[in-house]
């Protein structure tokens, strides 16, 4: 089986340089974007297994973002890991048909017990 491709999507960048070292010590192979812009230009030319999205970002923020990707990738599970959201773009982003809904900072067995449900059927 080969190693599972992470898109980590978060303006943190401590935060995502420190989640995406705990994921590659797990053998996953991790990419990271800091916005949503520069998140639509990556998934132009990459196709990961699992997208990790963060909800809260400047310029165009985690929505839009899961919506363009279900546009274009709707077989790729997104899960939304936020410190910030309302109750209405949770249930917002559930319905649009997100895989999950992790608050920051997750427990790392939580996000990687739910990234490898997320793929299941890509495995």
């Known amino acids: 089986m080969d190693s599972i491709k992470v898109f980590l999507v978060d303006d943190e960048k401590a935060f995502?340089?420190?989640?995406a070292q705990r994921l590659a010590m797990r053998k996953y192979v991790v990419e990271v974007a800091y916005n949503g812009a520069e998140a639509i230009e990556r998934l132009k030319s990459?196709?990961?297994?699992v997208i990790v999205l963060d909800m809260k970002m400047p310029g165009?923020?985690?929505l839009d973002v899961f919506k363009w990707i279900?546009?274009?990738h709707p077989a790729i599970p997104v899960i939304i890991l936020t410190?910030?959201?309302?109750?209405?773009e949770e249930k917002e982003a559930r319905k649009l048909g997100v895989f999950d809904f992790l608050?920051?900072?997750p427990e790392i067995d939580v996000l990687i017990k739910t990234l490898k449900n997320a793929c299941k059927p890509a495995q």
């Open 16 to 19: 995502v340089e420190i989640l």
């Open 46 to 49: 990459y196709t990961p297994h």
């Open 60 to 62: 165009m923020d985690g």
């Open 70 to 72: 279900k546009q274009h």
């Open 83 to 88: 410190g910030y959201s309302s109750e209405k």
């Open 103 to 105: 608050r920051k900072p």
